[in-house]
């Protein structure tokens, strides 16, 4: 549930900032959410990656959507893969990895170990 | 533990932003361009316009701008100062990454994009003086009153446009290759013009003429390479009729130094540049008003490098074809006239052989004395690389374009380059001018003040005045000067002079009832000075005054016809001396069927014809097969024209140059046309058995609009019939940019036009490539020229420019 939670978190803080702040903004939003989610490390970078990468998706599916793909095509096609769907694959996984390796370290900080 | 997890994971994250965040090599910014937030999904447009006010700085009133269904914009603004401004902005925000692109190339800085790759391209820029030439010119705009509005203003718009660019609206190119635009300058202006005037210059061919008259002598000279092939009408044909003083110059002996030269790394413009321009008097149309037409055929790509547009202004009235980064309108129309331009073709371009001191190359000899040799570095910054600086020897010629450093073959060999694009010159008034136009008397006025690129400007009123003039600055030339590279010790070999402007060709409503050019011969014999270019158009020109001499109530559709006309006439007159001297007994089987299709074949190069196919591809085997003798790796030479080949084949089928040197047997044309037969049907076999699919010409031909860089998936293939010596003169990358149909109705103009593009240079707007299809079945889009209470009703969107508050 929590891994839930963090997802949409970081997806909707990550939103926020790149709706005024440069791409790499999302490494802050995800930094942040995973500092405070405070997570495992496994657990928070797949948190950072999916929220991200899903978000990257979202967006990127929903212009291609309005632009009947006039753009897409064109440049997965400028790609050596020459295949939209991969185009799609790349963005979200460009996305999903810094925002994957952002979310791990902010975790890092204040995630502590179960003593048993 | 703890705080070696932390670093290695900070510092996987940071690597990837950086890594993410820039170029590497061919490769975008994959972070920044993959965003949606930010990069080319941003670029993606939806099928839709809004209407909106935007705030320009400097406007001194409002200003409206309706886009109409082609998105072509209806600019009416208050005054010049602000027209201009605002055509500056609106033309940016369609095509703000071409211009800078074309201006970057055009200065020799297309390194800085792309890398050290283009740096032999952009030091041969440089090297030409290209530079040289756009400051100079800058010098005359800044100089007068009206020619400084226009660019200033022109200027101050498109960079309104580029201040209100965030890093997510930054255009695609941008974005693709990793860098963001510069403010743009009345320089870049200049150079824009400078770049146009040099694709439509430098066919000139001094070294490959110098060495064909050392090789083959002076008689053979004139039969391979002719100045005058003596087809068809000049454009001015006014035989005698030359009633002025012409200047006279001493008659001295030509120098032309004595050694061969070698092959230079220069890319002559394609010869598949040309145009065609006519003028219908209202005697031979249906209305009884004039008819105007204009298509000029250059390299076709996209972004487009025409811009449609309307501009309206107290005053100020007119609509055409623009080029991205030129204030006014080159080739339309306004309410009282239109006008339209082909290439003159005039050589205006000499090279002459420079004698330095001394290796230090400080000074060079002029009539006995030594001259010091001014030395420019110029700095290249290079993308990904360190700044290159190189120093170019300027003479008072020009500068030196290949020596030690650059492609130069020996010290004894520096050629100073002389071009009369390099000298000052006002092009802009003149459009200025012919915008605001209302007679044939401003259109005179107009065209003093231009100096180059030489034109053919085809003019027509509403009046019913039509005209032709040959407009540009000629130096007076000997018998021969110009044809090969001079002895530039003597001054005696320099431009001493230049051909009076009301001595130029040109004449006004002649008795035929139209003027036509087609980059012809300008004049014949008759006119008082020596004439000489790179080439002269043989057959597009005879067709169109073929079928303007039968249009007696002419329309805007024959006029449209006649643009879109595939009749092959070179095939015409050639394909029956082609097939009389084939033996039909050495066929094999497909060349029977090939020799069949080409018999029954009709002589149009339409998109289905076969015939078409087989005749091109057996012309392309043939000509570099007789004119083995030029393939030299080492020397520059160059082919005769298709006309004086064709000639010879006919009539001298014995010459030596029909021999292959490479054979110990010697051939005739009879011989070479058998071959080069069986040569052009294998090639079309092959083609068959690759695509597999049958040769109809538009698929063989396979014309193609490329993108500036030369991305295959933002080009376009298109089925489109002629070829370059056809009036719808599209061969594989060259062709009609632009085609306009103007009638001068006395109850208002009409005018139609299209071109092989959009109005958008975006790759992800619907205006990006719309026009291609229609442009291909040769359909037109009519130009609404209207008020702005017209235009209201039937755009897509208006912008509201408005004076900025700030």
Redesign the interface.
Known sequence: MKFVAQILTVALVCLAL??FL???SL?IGA?VVGYLFAMN?WASFAAGLLGVGLL?FG??WY??Y???S?????????FPTKNVPLLFL??SL??G??GG??S??GS??TYKKRKW | MKIFKISLSLLITAALIYALDRSWGQIPPLGRFLDPFGGFWQNAERNSTSSTTLEIPGLTAEVSVYYDSMMIPHIYAQNEEDLFRAQGYVTAAHRLWQMEFQTHAGAGRISEIIGAAALDFDRTQRRLGMMYASENALKLMDGDPIAKKMVDNYTAGINAYIESLTPKTLPFEYKLLGYEPEPWTNLKCAILLKNMAKTLNMGEKDFEMTNALHLFGKETLNLLYPDMEGVGDPIVDNTGKWSFKPVQLDTVPLAVPSELLAKTPLEKPNKDVGSNNWALAGSRTATGSPLLCNDPHLNLSLPSIWYTIHLNAPGYNSMGASLPGAPAVISGFNDSIAWGVTNAQRDLVDWYKIQMKDTSNNEYLSDGKWKPVRKVVEAFKVKGGATFYDTILYTHHGPIVYDKSFHGESEQSLHAFRWVSHDPSEEILTFYKLNKGKNHGDYMEALNHYSSPAQNFVFAAANGDIAMRIQGRYPVRRTDEGRFVLDGTKTQNEWRAFIPNEQNVMYKNPERGFVSSANQYPADATYPYYITASSWEAYRNRRINQVLATLTKATPADMMKLQFDNYNLKAAESLPTFISHLDTMKLNATEIAALKTLRSWDYYNNIDSEGASYYEAWWDALRPMIWDEMNNDKLALDYPTTFTTIKLIREQPTLSFFDIVSTPAKETAKELLQKSFSEGVAAIEKWKAEKNKSPRWADFKDSYIGHLLRQEPLSVHVEHGGNHDIVNANSRTHGPSWRMVVSLEKTGVKAWGIYPGGQSGNPGSQYYANMIAYWAKGKYFSLPFVDASQISSRSIAVHKLNPSTK
């Open positions: 790149q709706l440069p791409w790499w490494a930094f490390g990257w967006m990127a212009i291609d309005t632009t009947q006039i753009l897409t095509t064109k440049v997965a096609l400028m790349a963005t460009i996305g990895l810094v390796f952002a791990l370290t890092a900080f």
